[in-house]
């Protein structure tokens, strides 16, 4: 059974503001203003809202504000049910009350639109600077009718925490409120750092008996510092995520330096290749020179000329040979220039799969703090190792492209020597031929 708490108790905290919501009799509302209090009004019937607008149609009391509108736990349009009880008018179903209200009757429904208390409240607070000053302080009251109650404190939001004591009179018997109260009410101001529920009894005519809940500050306390302690669980779990990808990130780079070297070794043997082709270019040069001289000796003897021409063409097969040899390094060139693209388009998947891993590192890291900055930097150190890694790479692309146009003009010479029409030139165009 809940603890009773007097009216006088009640009148002993009277709150600096209060936000009431639901059907509350003219009466009521008139001994609380004459009493000083200040009063956020929500009728949350808009069968009921042409009472209020009547009553108060000459001089609305300077302390109190009124909205019209229907409040719910999310804004949107909603199906509003009227009963042959106007007590039990809002968005339940027949079917929702009628176990409770046998003899309740469905008149009409029409289509509403409702709003969050928190919406209403925030935008009150921007557009009425009075209301801004009163709401900034501490220690309101809620005061709320019905058994439509869960969403609309639902819609409470974060002002929750601005309400020092939360009512509810309900609009059926007390043991079928109570029930509720502990199966429904309880639970959820439990969670938002209130006591456990007082009965209040009935205060006059007019003012029903019902429930009351103050908040329990030390118990609010305790319950951000485990939410605060979950929050360091989790940030912990998502460092200890970045540290095994940094981790991962780190033999990535160590991987791709060893690729690196690698590279630079076959660099190495391909311009050890280029300078013996160039040794031996120049050894064609020298042997060009001695056909001169043996041309030159021989011109007036045309079957020494055969001869030497029959000569030359063994010597021409034999660079032929020399051609074809050298093609085969060409293709192996360019057989180890397709293994590096291939190896080049993995680092670039690596590469992109990298970036990939480290745009979502950083959507996470965005809410961590000092710990996850460092990890960023240390991220941003390797992607600027790994394009130093891309600029050696096209480095030695274009060393081997370089090779390639040297072979290129190597093979250019050996073809011009091999030219069959050869044996129709005169001595001067064979001197001119193996000049070039």
Sequence with gaps: MPACLSDSAIDRNDPPWQVWIGRFAIEQLEQELERGGSILLFPNDPGHDPVIAEHWQHSQPRRLWVSLDVLGEEDGEVEWNYYNDSRQNGVL?????QSRFPNLRLLEQS???????????????????????????????????????VPILSGVGSWISRFAEVIWTPSVSLSIAREH?????????????????????????????????????????????????????VLSTARDVLVRDYQHLQLHCDNCAG??????????????????????????????????EQDA?????????????????????????????????????????????AERDG????????AGERN???????????????????????????????VDLRQAQQHRLQIRAE?????????????????????????DSSKQ
């Design 297 to 341: 000796s021989l011109t007036g003897q045309h079957e020494v000329l055969v001869h030497e021409r029959d000569g030359l063409l063994v010597e021409c097969q034999s660079l032929m040979s020399e051609r074809e040899g050298l093609l085969q390094v060409r293709d192996g060139l360019l057989e180890a220039q397709q293994t590096l693209q």
């Design 93 to 97: 179903s027949l079917g929702d009350l």
């Design 259 to 292: 690729e690196r070297d690698r590279l630079s070794g076959l660099t190495a043997e391909l311009q050890a290749q280029l300078e013996q082709s160039s040794l031996l270019q120049e050894s064609w040069a020298l042997r060009c020179l001695q056909l001169e």
């Design 181 to 233: 109260a502990q199966q429904e009410l309880n639970p959820w101001l439990d969670s938002a750092g209130f006591a456990s529920m007082q009965e209040l009894p009935p205060r006059s005519d007019s003012i029903q008996a019902g429930f009351v809940w103050s908040q329990d500050r030390l118990g609010r306390l305790a319950t951000q510092v485990r939410e605060q302690a979950e929050q360091i669980a």
């Design 111 to 149: 289509r509403l639109y409702q709003r969050r208390l928190d919406a209403l409240m925030d935008r009150w607070t921007q557009e009425d600077p009075q209301i801004a000053d009163l709401l900034a302080m501490e220690g309101g009251r809620l005061w709320f009718q019905g058994l439509y109650s």
């Design 407 to 431: 072979v290129d003009d190597i093979l250019a010479v050996l073809i011009g020597d091999s030219d069959p029409a050869g044996s129709a030139k005169t001595n001067g165009d064979l001197l």
């Design 360 to 390: 979502g590192l950083l959507a996470e890291r965005q809410s961590l703090e000092i710990e996850r900055d460092a990890l960023l930097k240390e991220r941003e150190d390797l992607a600027s190792r790994l394009e130093l890694f891309e």
């Design 347 to 354: 680092l670039v998947s690596d590469r992109d799969a990298v």
